[in-house]
């Protein structure tokens, strides 16, 4: 009795592929120039479409050239025609720009700003609301001095909103 594993050992061959004592012979070679035969389909009309698109691109180049040729004999290059569009105009264009920037800066602190008041004095509501109902039973100094400053908040956070 054989196992599978001596029988598939036995039929294989004692040396390499390379090696083999009777060489069969080679698959006849087919041209180089043309490899489209041994291709599959869809290998073909890629091959095609590749050169294809390189004719293109070619005669795209070919184009770029002749009108960069017809340019430069007429004497233009480009670079007059662009500095020609472009406008020297004086006067302080960028004081202005520097303006927009200051007063788009000082908006957004006076919004900052603007916004923590309103979280202190939501902080002096809430803390006033827990005083009132019991929740707290002896204030802390800092407590009492949060509560001292709500008017000055309501004072400050009114100032910024007429201001805007």
């Given at each position: 009795?054989?196992?599978?594993?001596?029988?598939?050992?036995?039929?294989?061959?004692?040396?390499?592929?390379?090696?083999?004592?009777?060489?069969?012979?080679?698959?006849?070679?087919?041209?180089?120039?043309?490899?489209?035969?041994?291709?599959?389909?869809?290998?073909?009309?890629?091959?095609?479409?590749?050169?294809?698109?390189?004719?293109?691109?070619?005669?795209?180049?070919?184009?770029?050239?002749?009108?960069?040729?017809?340019?430069?004999?007429?004497?233009?290059?480009?670079?007059?025609?662009?500095?020609?569009?472009?406008?020297?105009?004086?006067?302080?264009?960028?004081?202005?720009?520097?303006?927009?920037?200051?007063?788009?800066?000082?908006?957004?602190?006076?919004?900052?700003?603007?916004?923590?008041?309103?979280?202190?004095?939501?902080?002096?509501?809430?803390l006033q609301q827990r005083l009132e109902q019991g929740g707290i039973p002896q204030p802390t100094?800092?407590?009492?001095?949060?509560?001292?400053?709500?008017?000055?908040?309501?004072?400050?956070?009114?100032?910024?909103?007429?201001?805007?």
């Amino acid at each position: 009795y054989e196992n599978k594993y001596v029988k598939f050992f036995r039929s294989k061959p004692e040396l390499p592929p390379g090696l083999n004592p009777d060489p069969t012979p080679s698959p006849p070679s087919r041209a180089p120039s043309d490899p489209s035969p041994s291709l599959s389909k869809t290998a073909r009309r890629n091959l095609k479409r590749k050169e294809k698109r390189k004719q293109q691109q070619e005669l795209k180049n070919q184009e770029g050239e002749k009108q960069q040729k017809l340019k430069n004999e007429e004497g233009e290059d480009g670079l007059s025609s662009t500095l020609e569009k472009i406008d020297l105009g004086g006067g302080g264009g960028g004081k202005k720009e520097e303006k927009k920037l200051e007063n788009s800066d000082l908006s957004t602190e006076r919004s900052r700003r603007m916004k923590s008041l309103r979280k202190k004095l939501r902080q002096v509501q809430e803390l006033q609301q827990r005083l009132e109902q019991g929740g707290i039973p002896q204030p802390t100094k800092e407590q009492l001095e949060k509560l001292g400053r709500r008017k000055a908040l309501e004072e400050e956070l009114r100032g910024l909103e007429m201001d805007s």
